[in-house]
């Protein structure tokens, strides 16, 4: 390894993708990959207790319904406010990748562009830049063109009003569990439901999974409950 080298943690819970990565990483001469995690825990832990200068997670990683997706990201940004954050991303929704780019993150990549783009976006965000694969950025450049997208980003207040009501909770339970006015509740889901542009729960549920809101084992269970 060089003297110069940025360490890097890569979340990520499929073991093949994990050793894939690894494999990419071999070939770099400046990327030094110190750690990987099968867990949002894992990489909380690994975060709070290791010095690394950039963090790649894969945004589908789940932790038994608990925190991912976006509240994950928030919570990562808020424990290591200048931590630079990389993230993989399978969906190519304008919505979701808006609301990833308001956790102030270094990078989105497509897992369906190049690996080269990761590396890429590492660089660039140790050095302080913002890097946006190709797919992604094609993505963001389509949906500025539709006044629908404009001001398109899910709050982590609302990302957490859908999770919480796709898991078959109603709007008077959620408000008590977020010690929140139903009013406010109702509100929040509803302006979720305008920015995602749907108007039916099941729409609202298909959508979810679709952006790794919530995953299809929890979608089974709502589908279920209703």
Known sequence: MNDFSVKTIFANDRPLMVAGMKAVFEKSSVIELIKTCQSPKELIDSIKTQDCDVVLIDYGMRDKGQMAGLTLLSYVRRLRPNLKIVVLLAHENPVIIRSIQARSVSGIVSKFDDVGHIITAIHTGYGGGVYLSPIVRQVIDSAGQERNYRSSKLSPREVEVIRLYLTGMTVGEIAVRLNKG????????????????????????????????????????AMDIA
């Open 182 to 221: 139903k009013q406010t509740v109702s509100a929040q889901k509803t302006s979720a439901m305008r920015k995602l542009g749907v108007k039916r729960d099941m729409d609202l549920m298909k959508c979810a999974v679709n952006m790794d809101l919530i995953d299809e084992a929890a979608a089974v269970v």
